[in-house]
């Protein structure tokens, strides 16, 4: 179970081209998977980033974790949930007057640390 998580809940990109980069991360320190997600070209790098960063800024609070601080070298990346989430639906128009569904899809990206001494 991890102790600290953060989310990002709608994300506008769909949850197939993120769950690799959530497989790239998963059981890292937290520093050395923003190191290497900092290096791919990928739009869900970025929002995998954030989450991660949000994750490690709630660790570091000391009013959320009963007055201790955790530093980023000693919390590791045990849990990385890519979910697929609502989907837009748009219809474009096709031959003979039929109609083809365009389903524009997001997902939940969800993050869980956990520091070294509890793993």
Excluded: W
Excluded at 50 to 59: H, L, N, R, T
Excluded at 87 to 94: I, T
């Amino acid at each position: 179970m991890a102790k600290f998580n953060a989310r990002h809940k709608n994300a506008r990109i769909s949850a197939r081209k993120v769950r690799p980069l959530a497989d790239i991360v998963r059981g890292m320190y937290a520093d050395e998977a923003l190191d290497a997600l900092k290096y791919q070209p990928h739009r869900g790098a970025r929002m995998l980033e954030k989450v991660i960063q949000s994750a490690v800024g709630s660790a570091q609070d000391p009013d959320q974790n009963s007055g201790r601080s955790h530093r980023i070298e000693e919390l590791v990346v045990t849990e990385v949930c890519i979910d697929g989430g609502p989907m837009f639906k748009r219809v474009r128009p096709r031959a003979r007057g039929s109609a083809f569904m365009i389903k524009k899809r997001s997902s939940h990206i969800r993050v869980g640390l956990t520091p070294i001494d509890e793993v």
